[in-house]
T-cell receptor, first 110, second 116 residues
Framework: QKEVEQDPGPLSVPEGAIVSLNCTYSNSAFQYFMWYRQYSRKGPELLMYTYSSGNKEDGRFTAQVDKSSKYISLFIRDSQPSDSATYLCAPLHNTDKLIFGTGTRLQVFP | GAGVSQSPRYKVAKRGQDVALRCDPISGHVSLFWYQQALGQGPEFLTYFQNEAQLDKSGLPSDRFFAERPEGSVSTLKIQRTQQEDSAVYLC??????????????FGSGTQLSVL
């Protein structure tokens, strides 16, 4: 079993929809949880991160962590075609390296 | 340049050939990471440097993989006797050290290696 599991999708939604992206993880020692966005033929870029359990909001994006169930979520409100990309969850291991999920490919159509 | 630069952008190798992939980190960044991303997968950690010291190489898949950063700046990932399963995008990332380093971690666009 991988340390981080993520549904690869693809997920296809109409513009304006609310998108929910999710990961589960197995290592209870993870404390920081990142979400990266990766466009085709580009490196991942950090969207946002949370520390421990709880919610964090940044514009149209909300990250949520439930450590009791080892479940990580990213919500995108009012999705736009420019949000079409692969979204990667990445807990931080021992504060020194990222462990990435498989990534979920999202397509937002006009 | 302003970002992490990787070269070549694309590399085609015949099975059994040796390849060298280069990473130019952001100036002043102490930490440098290499990741391997297979098609349809997330990046997998390979190795990590702090300055010229290789602090973690636990992700290197075999002794055919070797990374160096002799002067604490540019890094090279070398793969000897390439195999088809080495085909992937190799990503380099750099960051400052210290608390919150991950907020300033930036990735290059990667080198896409195809082994025929």
């Amino acid at each position: 079993q991988k340390e981080v599991e993520q549904d690869p999708g693809p997920l296809s939604v109409p513009e304006g929809a609310i998108v929910s992206l999710n990961c589960t993880y197995s290592n209870s020692a993870f404390q920081y949880f990142m979400w990266y966005r990766q466009y085709s033929r580009k490196g991942p870029e950090l969207l946002m991160y949370t520390y421990s359990s709880g919610n964090k909001e940044d514009g149209r994006f909300t990250a949520q962590v439930d450590k009791s169930s080892k479940y990580i979520s990213l919500f995108i409100r009012d999705s736009q075609p420019s949000d079409s990309a692969t979204y990667l969850c990445a807990p931080l291991h021992n504060t020194d390296k990222l462990i990435f999920g498989t990534g979920t490919r999202l397509q937002v159509f006009p | 340049g302003a970002g992490v630069s990787q070269s070549p952008r694309y590399k085609v190798a015949k099975r059994g050939q040796d390849v060298a992939l280069r990473c130019d980190p952001i100036s002043g960044h102490v930490s440098l990471f290499w990741y391997q991303q297979a098609l349809g997968q997330g990046p997998e950690f390979l190795t990590y440097f702090q300055n010229e010291a290789q602090l973690d190489k636990s992700g290197l898949p075999s002794d055919r993989f070797f990374a160096e950063r002799p002067e604490g700046s540019v890094s090279t990932l070398k793969i000897q006797r390439t195999q088809q399963e080495d085909s992937a995008v190799y990503l380099c990332a750099s960051s400052p050290s210290g608390p919150g380093w991950f907020e300033k971690l930036f990735f290059g666009s990667g080198t896409q290696l195809s082994v025929l």
